[in-house]
């Protein structure tokens, strides 16, 4: 069936450290893919989608590319502060279910 | 401020309770759903809800019941959980009738607490 598969956690960084948190996917035909990001306490937040191959989703300084090729579509940011610490989930979308990855809690240190 | 509005935010029941929790959006959303999210864990769906109607049932046990009262209204009733049911539950809503845009806007859930 569908799986998304992303990068064990805890990621800690230091403030204004480059960020890479890894997801691939397994699917069949064409899903939608998407990060969502958890701040402590909350609930989830849709952080940036893409809905085909070579789409690039952005938000917040945040970016992803569907990679068709490599079924990926890794999160991204030049730049990390301290207020981006949370949990991020990849995740895709099939029919009417959205399949989460495990998530990735990230620490950033001042 | 999330435009899924969640009630209780908190709530302990003991195995023998019947106690509900309430989701309410005002996005006009035509599906919505419960999901279970374990600590540390991924979210989990349980129930979508499309045009008022339940599409999908994970499985889940008899001892969680949803209910649909109209469109911007989602229960969830419970009744004679276990303790392994506590977990902070989630609501969401979609405004396609379906997830196949991902665009699922959740609520800040409700933690529950089975003694």
């Known amino acids: 069936g569908d799986s998304v598969t992303q990068m064990e956690g805890p990621v800690t960084l230091s403030e204004e450290a480059c960020l890479t948190i890894?997801?691939?996917?397994?699917?069949?035909?064409?899903?939608?893919l998407f990060w969502y990001v958890q701040y402590p306490g909350e609930g989830l937040q849709l952080l940036l989608k893409?809905?085909?191959?070579?789409d690039k989703g952005s938000n917040k300084g945040f970016e992803a590319t569907y990679r068709k090729e490599t079924t990926s579509f890794h999160l991204e940011k030049g730049s990390v502060q301290v207020s981006d610490s949370a949990v991020y989930f990849c995740?895709?979308?099939?029919?009417?279910?959205?399949?989460f990855g495990k998530g990735t809690r990230l620490h950033i240190l001042p | 401020d999330t435009e899924v509005t969640q009630t209780p935010k908190h709530l302990v029941m003991g195995m023998t309770n019947k106690k509900s929790l309430k989701c309410e959006q005002h996005?006009?959303?035509?599906?919505m759903y419960w999901y279970k999210q374990k600590a540390k864990k991924p979210p989990e769906l349980m129930f979508v809800?499309?045009?008022?109607?339940?599409?999908i049932n994970e499985s889940v046990p008899s001892r969680f019941s949803p209910e649909c009262p109209n469109s911007s209204l989602l229960n969830l009733h419970l009744h004679a959980l276990q303790p392994e049911d506590s977990a902070l539950y989630l609501c969401?809503?979609?405004?396609?009738?379906?997830?196949?845009?991902?665009?699922?806007?959740f609520g800040e859930g409700s933690r529950l607490t089975v003694l």
């Open positions: 969401a809503s979609s405004p396609y009738g379906g997830a196949r845009t991902g665009e699922l806007f």
């Open positions: 890894n997801c691939t996917y397994t699917a069949t035909g064409y899903p939608s």
């Open positions: 893409a809905t085909k191959a070579d």
């Open positions: 995740a895709l979308s099939r029919d009417d279910k959205i399949i």
């Open positions: 996005m006009g959303h035509r599906a």
């Open positions: 809800y499309s045009y008022e109607k339940l599409s």
